[in-house]
Every structure is written in structure tokens, then in C-alpha cells.
């Protein structure tokens, strides 16, 4: 028997690496590739799954190219795309981002090696989604998700909307599609890329030159036409010059032959039978849009959609009435609905009341992001449709307390509630102790999220007794400024006042009947656990401001208000934030490792999502 387990390692069994291996990191899976051969055969799965591709990296491509599933590229080239279609034959997940050069045949050549592949997010640093980018889309058979993005968020990239329709007709396979930084170009057909400079020559390059020249391509023009007709190499006039490196001249610009039906009207009634999921975020789009292919084509042509973003920032508001007609005609099996920076105006106002009117027997998830007056048009919202949401989200929405106060009274299921209001509000007003209803929600609530809301220790206070009356409450969501504050510092102080206020002759009762003192303290600590929030297991802090200058200290939490918070909520176990600074200075959380050594400090990112909006 001892013979067996000598010979038997756990470390070396197959099955056991490869579970290890789900949860290695670059650099920990590059040193366990480094033990022994049968690791390197077992690890090097893992490393080159997800892969950059770098043309430093590029000659390992060739020996490893078939391992990699999901590759992410940064400014290619014609002859990057060329060797990424020869090495890189198994990728399923593919990030392309193209260089502002012309590309020749690079792309064709790469989508007909890839064609199984399932996942593309495609950027450009050209200015425009030039057609000969989208016609071998179409022949990506298997391709289930689809984005075209901006590579900035200063420059948005323009795209013709007949040839973008056209190409999604042929993507019948097409469950998600996401479009964003995405400006309306009607005159495609006549656009041409930039000239360049004339054919690139080998030329003895001052050190220096080669970032100038390559940021401006006039510059090529300028520099051969100086050291024209000088001397040989060897010269003393060549000394200072150095052959830096050798740039080949680019490929001729090839005249794409675009297919027959990209730029003819699309028709609306071809559905897009298994578009699932749509996202519509920063369009530019003139007045009144193109009408040979407007904007809300795309909700026309998919009736099955169960999670839609829309993003009407900028929209005209006939262009606004046309989505909202052509959504809630069609697109009746939403599950999640998010509008984005939807204003309620004299004009509009009409149309969101209808829309928000419809029927949505399967609508369960709302979010509501950077809106603006569209408190009364929640109201119009039906009760049997309330009544079924699961996610409700009012982020940095212009809204007033009593609407949503409204709301949350017809909301009987609902789980998971956020607000984030913008900062110094006037909207704020009333306060929230003045709303003494009850919500509808109270027994089926588990987080409760208020950036920004609640100002005053009043609001706080009613705040507090209503997550008091929350009995399924395990995770609660707040700014720094708010965390600060005692939720239930108030009521403890009434409780108290009130166990002083007691009538003598109770106590002396009490002591008749033989209590000690040891009872009453655990009495007044019964009490106290009582008015605090047990049931909170879960703090979520919002983003720390960053302040403009060094000079401005950065507002985190210290010792003391990290012990009146953990006070307030005596089960506390996880605390998240978000943003990119920690929310405790760095004695404070050296007393909550020595103090609750049990309370993690975590980001929002290291933890499952706690609703479908959260990110």
C-alpha cells in the first residue's frame, strides 16, 4: 500500500491539473509550464486560450496558433490579418481592431479561414465603416454576436445604415448586437480612403524622423525630395543618417466590388428570427435620420428580442416617436428594458406615456438611466406590469421622491432596487420622512442601493425604519458621505431615552420577581439588535471622488466611522466598492483586519453580479 501512494502524486494527475488550471493566472500558468513536459502539455491549453496578438509574439503563433479560442488584436495591418488567417485556424472569440491604412485583402482572406467563428467585435481607427469592412461579415455563418464600436470615445465612426441593414439580413445566425459611437453616413457608395503619400522608397531615415513620418505620411514626400540627388552613403553628408529601419510601400488600394443588394432599401419585414439581445448606444443621427433605411428599422425587424438598450440621446423627437411606435409594436417578449437618456419634453411626453402604457406580460427588469422628468410618466406604468419587476434602476435619473414613492407601492415582487440621484439635486426634495406609506415590496426586497438621495438625517431616519421592515434585506447600497451616517444612531438614542422614561415601579417589579442584573443586559442588548439592521450582510459603496488637485485630501473612511457603520449593521460580512480607489484609509483598515478579521474588503468586480444591471 505504501508502495502505491509513493507512486501515485495528486499533483501529477491529469484530471486535477486541468481544474487547477481554471483559475491560474498569465503568469502562474507560464511558471508551471516551466516543471516538467507533461505540465507544459497540460498548462500551455490554458495559456494560449486567450491571447494579444503583437508582432513580437507573432513567429510563436505558427507553433501554437491552434490553441488559442479567443484572440484580441490592436491596429492591424493587411499583412497582420494575413498571418493571423494562416496561424490562428481555431479562434472562436475574435477582437479585430484595424489600422487607418488600406486594407487590401487581408480581411477577405481572414473571415474565409475563420468562418466558424462565433463572437467578432470589430473597431476601426478609420474614420468610417467603409462597406468593404461589412460585406465578409456575411460570410461568417456561425457568427452569434456581432459589435461595431468606436476605438475613442472622442471620435465616433461612420457607417452607412442601408449596407449595415443589408449585412444583417444575412447574418441569420445573429443572437446579440451592440452599436456604439456609430455617426449616419447616406453618400457610402461615393467614399473613397485618403490618399496617401506616393510609393514609399528606401531612404536613409534621420533618427528621430521614422514617429514623425509615421503620423504624417506627407512627411514621406517631403524627406525623399531633400536628400534627392545627394551624395552616395559613404559620403560625410549621410554620416548623420542612419538606416533605422525599412517601411515597404503600401499595398495599391484595391477597388472593392460591392455586392448587388448592399445598398438597395432594406426591406423591414425580413425578422432577424434569433436577435436576442440589442444594444443601441451614442448614434449620431441629422434630423430626421435616412429615409431610405431610418433607425427604427432595426426594432421592426426583430419582434423577439427580450433585452433591449436604447440610447435617444440627441434624437429629434419625431426620430424619438418612430423607436418608441416601432418597439412597442414589435418588440413584445422584452424581458430587460434599459432607456437612455430619455427627456420628457412637451413633444415627447405623449409618446413615452404611450409607450410605457402597453402591455408587458414578460417586462422584469426596467433601468432608467440619466432621464430626466419622467416622474409623472411612471405613473402611467400599468399595475399588473409593477407588479412583476424583479430589477428596478434609476441611475443618475432626474426624478422626485413621491413618483418613485408611488412606484415602489405597486412593485409586489420586487428584489433589487437602485438610485442613484446626481449629486446636489434639487430633485431630492421632498424629503422621504414625508412619505409615511408603506412600500409593496417590503417582504420580498433583498438590496436596496440610494446614491445621493437621502441628504438630511430625517430622510435617513425613515429611510432606516423602512429597511427595519425589511425582513429578507442582505445587501444595501450607498455613497461614502451617507455611509458616514449612523442609520440607526437616532433610533438607538429614542430607545434609550425611552428605557429611562420607564415607570419605576416596572423595574422594581422586575426585581421583585427575581431578575438580575445580567437579564436586563441582555434585554438592552436584545433591544438594541433590534433597531439595527441584522440582516444586512452586504455593504456596496459607490465610486470615491477624485478630487482636482493633490493638494485636496481624498474623502475615505477612518477607524471611528468604520466602527459606527459596523454598528449599524452587526452581520456585516462583505464590503464592496466601486471605482478605482479604496475606500479606507490605511489605518482604518488595519482596524477592521484586527477588529472583524471575518469582513472582506472586495471589489464590485470579484464577486457574482447581484442583479442584471450590475456591471
Request: with cysteine.
Amino acid at each position: 500500500m505504501s508502495s502505491l501512494t509513493l507512486r501515485i502524486n495528486p499533483i501529477e494527475i491529469p484530471e486535477v491539473l486541468l481544474i487547477v488550471g481554471c483559475h491560474l493566472s498569465t503568469l502562474e500558468l507560464k511558471h508551471c509550464m516551466l516543471v516538467s513536459k507533461t505540465w507544459l502539455h497540460l498548462f500551455r491549453t490554458y495559456f494560449w486560450h486567450h491571447h494579444n496578438y503583437t508582432r513580437n509574439v507573432a513567429p510563436a503563433f505558427k507553433t501554437y496558433g491552434h490553441l488559442i479560442r479567443r484572440l484580441s488584436t490592436f491596429n492591424l495591418y493587411d499583412g497582420d490579418l494575413r498571418q493571423i488567417a494562416g496561424a490562428c485556424q481555431q479562434v472562436l472569440r475574435l477582437e479585430l481592431e484595424l489600422s487607418n491604412f488600406p486594407i487590401n485583402e487581408g480581411l477577405d482572406i481572414l473571415f474565409k479561414s475563420l468562418s466558424h467563428i462565433q463572437e467578432l467585435q470589430f473597431r476601426t481607427f478609420n474614420n468610417y465603416f467603409d462597406p468593404q469592412y461589412l460585406v465578409p461579415i456575411t460570410t461568417l455563418r456561425r457568427l452569434s454576436s456581432l459589435s461595431l464600436i468606436r476605438t475613442s470615445v472622442r471620435y465616433s465612426v461612420g457607417c452607412d445604415f442601408q449596407a449595415l441593414f443589408n449585412m444583417l439580413d444575412n447574418c441569420r445566425a445573429l443572437r446579440s448586437l451592440k452599436l456604439d459611437g456609430i455617426i449616419e453616413m447616406k453618400e457610402a457608395k461615393q467614399y473613397e480612403h485618403p490618399s496617401r503619400a506616393g510609393a514609399y522608397t528606401n531612404v536613409l531615415l534621420e533618427r528621430g524622423f521614422l514617429n514623425n513620418a509615421r503620423r504624417r505620411p506627407s512627411f514621406w514626400s517631403q524627406l525623399v525630395q531633400k536628400f534627392k540627388g545627394d551624395g552616395p552613403e559613404g559620403s560625410e553628408s549621410w554620416r548623420k543618417f542612419s538606416v533605422a529601419t525599412i517601411i515597404p510601400p503600401p499595398p495599391p488600394v484595391r477597388v472593392f466590388e460591392y455586392a448587388v443588394d448592399l445598398f438597395q432599401k432594406p426591406d423591414p419585414t425580413v425578422y432577424l428570427e434569433r436577435l436576442t439581445k440589442l444594444s443601441i448606444r451614442n448614434i449620431s443621427i441629422g434630423s430626421y435620420g435616412d429615409e431610405d433605411a431610418p433607425l427604427w428599422y432595426i426594432f421592426k425587424k426583430s419582434p423577439y428580442l427580450q433585452e433591449l438598450h436604447v440610447d435617444f440621446g440627441g434624437y429629434h423627437h419625431q426620430l424619438v416617436q418612430q423607436c418608441l411606435e416601432a418597439i412597442g409594436e414589435t418588440c413584445r417578449v422584452l424581458v430587460t428594458l434599459t432607456l437612455e437618456r430619455l427627456y420628457s419634453t412637451e413633444d415627447t411626453r405623449t409618446h413615452i406615456q404611450e409607450f410605457l402604457h402597453r402591455p408587458r406580460k414578460d417586462l422584469v427588469n426596467l433601468k432608467l438611466m440619466e432621464c430626466r422628468d419622467v416622474g409623472p410618466v411612471l405613473e402611467h406604468i400599468p399595475r399588473d406590469v409593477a407588479a412583476q419587476f424583479k430589477n428596478l434602476s434609476l441611475e443618475r435619473t432626474f426624478i422626485e421622491h413621491q413618483h418613485v414613492h408611488r412606484l415602489l407601492m405597486r412593485c409586489l415582487s420586487l428584489e433589487f432596487f437602485a438610485w442613484t440621484a446626481p449629486k446636489d439635486s434639487v430633485y431630492a426634495q421632498p424629503r422621504l420622512d414625508v412619505l409615511v406609506e408603506p412600500w409593496a415590496c417590503m417582504e420580498t426586497l433583498r438590496h436596496l442601493e440610494h446614491v445621493h438621495v437621502c441628504t438630511d438625517q430625517d430622510s435617513l431616519n425613515a429611510l432606516s425604519n423602512r429597511m427595519e421592515q425589511m425582513p429578507r434585506l442582505v445587501s444595501v447600497g450607498a455613497c461614502i458621505e451617507q455611509a458616514r451616517i449612523s442609520f440607526a444612531k437616532a433610533q438607538k438614542d429614542e430607545c434609550k431615552q425611552h428605557s429611562k422614561e420607564r415607570p419605576l415601579q416596572e423595574c422594581s417589579c422586575r426585581r421583585d420577581a427575581g431578575d438580575d442584573a445580567s437579564k436586563l443586559v441582555k434585554e438592552e442588548d436584545e433591544i438594541e439588535i433590534k433597531v439595527s439592521s441584522v440582516s444586512v450582510q452586504e455593504l456596496t459603496l459607490d465610486a470615491v471622488p477624485i478630487p482636482p488637485s493633490i493638494f485636496f485630501p481624498v474623502a475615505l473612511l477612518k477607524p471611528a466611522e468604520i466602527e459606527s457603520i459596523l454598528k449599524s449593521y452587526p452581520n456585516l460580512r462583505k464590503i464592496r466598492y466601486r471605482g478605482r480607489t479604496f475606500p479606507l484609509f490605511e489605518n482604518g483598515y488595519k482596524w477592521l483586519q484586527a477588529e472583524r478579521p471575518d469582513i472582506s474588503v472586495i471589489h464590485v468586480s470579484q464577486l457574482p453580479r447581484l442583479s442584471v444591471f450590475e456591471v
